[in-house]
């Protein structure tokens, strides 16, 4: 939705002025879960797994976590938002499987209601054979 603010200024002796801005766009729908591919091998041995996003489109900024739940604008770990293979990253401890969620947000601070899901092996656990 577009839209204009105009301030009307009268003084005391009842002449009027104003002033009017440009147009404003004013934005409260939230993008769309992103796409993402993991760029890291699974199962991995590496604790930073890093991750692919397919667009931007209508997305600023993106967010991986562990937990699906819907972040806030003011969380630090936002991540500006790259089509380049590989260019997000997040930190994942302890070995086992780990669910990735990934989170977007627009130029606005709206934020994806919904994230996209998968999941990565962390495995530092080196393979041993007992050849007795």
Same mark, same amino acid.
């Given at each position: 939705m577009n839209a204009r603010l105009k301030l009307t200024v009268t003084d005391n002796a009842g002449l009027t002025t104003y *002033?009017?801005?440009? *147009?404003?766009?004013? %934005?409260?729908t939230a993008p /769309? +879960?992103? +796409? &993402?591919? &993991?760029f890291t091998t699974r199962p991995t041995s590496s604790s930073i797994v890093r991750l692919s996003v397919g667009s931007c489109a209508d997305t600023a900024a993106i967010l991986i976590s562990e937990l699906n739940l819907p972040p806030t /604008?003011?969380?630090?770990?936002?991540?500006?938002?790259?089509?380049t293979a590989g260019a997000h990253s997040f930190t994942v401890s /302890? %070995? /086992?499987l780990h669910h990735v969620y990934v989170w977007a947000m627009d130029e606005s601070g709206n934020i994806s209601q919904t994230s996209s899901h998968d999941t990565v092996i962390y495995d530092t656990t080196p393979l041993y054979r007992d050849w007795e």
């Open positions: *002033a009017e801005t440009p *147009a404003l766009t004013i %934005d409260s /769309g +879960a992103p +796409a &993402f591919s &993991f /604008g003011n969380e630090t770990n936002w991540q500006p938002c790259s089509t /302890g %070995d /086992g």
